[in-house]
Antibody, heavy 117, light 104 residues
């Protein structure tokens, strides 16, 4: 079964940092593009970041550019999101999602990041 | 940046057909994908590339895309179809604002 499991969500103060992980199973992780998508409480979906299968090409939403860093470890089938200079508006459930030809065919269950003092 | 416009809510009587629209400038020239999200759950892909259903998605779900509007159609709507539905295109990786479907 194809599965993605996020972890690392927590309560963090404004200006702080946090690292999220996404563990994959049931498919050849190194063959797929990966993404982070977030959803603020009661709001819609917002794409955050994208990384190619090899990790050579990376994109970010303007709202997180310069503050968030996406990376991957294909040997260990892991996707990461390093977040810094966190703001209240970064509060959201963060999903990792497998990318296929411009759409997201598999999603994790999400991990909650709360930015508050 | 590219924008996608969805109605905030759509209501349909049980057993009838629900249509959820996604508007965008010349969206017919793009691939549109649709996701279903039930409360407290992660999104699920229900339609990809305008009109294709992933395995496990009922045939009652279909999609079309032309001109400035893409449409998700849910035939013979069931209470279990109640959810938020989001359209998405890869250009600037944009999601629509989401539509809450209520089955009466």
């Amino acid at each position: 079964e194809v599965q993605l499991v996020e972890s690392g969500g927590d309560l963090v103060q404004p200006g702080g940092s946090l690292s999220l992980s996404c563990e994959s199973s049931g498919f050849t992780f190194s063959n797929f593009e990966m993404n982070w998508v977030r959803q603020a409480p009661g709001k819609g979906l917002e794409w955050v970041s994208y990384i190619t299968s090899s990790g050579t090409t990376i994109y970010y939403a303007d709202s997180v550019k310069g503050r968030f860093t996406i990376s991957r470890d294909n040997a260990h089938k892991l996707l990461y999101l390093q977040m810094s200079s966190l703001r209240a508006e970064d509060t959201a459930v963060y999903y990792c999602a497998r990318g296929v030809d411009g759409y997201f065919d598999t999603w994790g269950q999400g991990t909650l990041v709360t930015v508050s003092s | 940046s590219y924008e996608l416009t969805q109605p905030l809510s759509v209501s349909v009587a049980m057993g009838q057909t629900a249509r959820i629209t996604c508007g965008g400038n010349n969206i017919g020239s793009k691939n549109v994908h649709w996701y279903q999200q039930k409360p407290g759950q992660a999104p699920v892909l229900v339609i990809y590339r305008d009109s294709n259903r992933p395995s496990g998605i009922p045939e009652r779900f279909s999609g079309s895309n032309s001109g400035n509007t893409a449409t998700l159609t849910i035939s013979r709507a069931q209470v279990g179809d109640e959810a938020d539905y989001y359209c998405q295109v890869w250009d600037s990786v944009v999601f629509g604002g989401g539509t809450k479907l209520t089955v009466l």
